[in-house]
Nanobody, 112 residues
Framework: VQLVESGGGPVQAGGSLRLSCAAPGHTYSSYCMAWFRQVPGKEREGVAYIHSDFSADYADSAKGRFTISRDNPKNTVFLQMNSLKSEDTALYYC????????WGQGTQVTVS
């Protein structure tokens, strides 16, 4: 199973990025999908979760700024990140089963 994240990169504080997580050839419409992030030396943090019914949960740090969504026909999950701050700098991962299943390799987000 392969999860492929994309959309990361450098961005100025206050800017926006949209991360994508594709699962080619696999259907996860009935699964919780999640975005996590990790900074070197710190524990991996759950940022946003989207459930099979399209309901979503967010870390306090993401509420009001990040939006998770999913396109089931395209087997893709998105994370729209607005009003980015320097503390959002991290390696962002997507994962199945709310983080208990498969993981991607991550995409780096750097906010300066």
């Amino acid at each position: 199973v392969q999860l492929v994240e994309s959309g990361g990169g450098p961005v100025q504080a206050g800017g926006s990025l949209r991360l994508s997580c594709a699962a080619p050839g696999h259907t996860y419409s009935s699964y919780c999908m999640a975005w996590f992030r990790q900074v070197p030396g710190k524990e991996r943090e759950g940022v946003a979760y989207i459930h099979s019914d399209f309901s979503a949960d967010y870390a306090d740090s993401a509420k009001g700024r990040f939006t998770i969504s999913r396109d089931n026909p395209k087997n893709t999950v998105f994370l729209q990140m607005n009003s980015l701050k320097s503390e959002d700098t991290a390696l962002y991962y997507c994962a199945t089963d709310c983080g208990t299943g498969y993981w991607g390799q991550g995409t780096q987000v750097t906010v300066s």
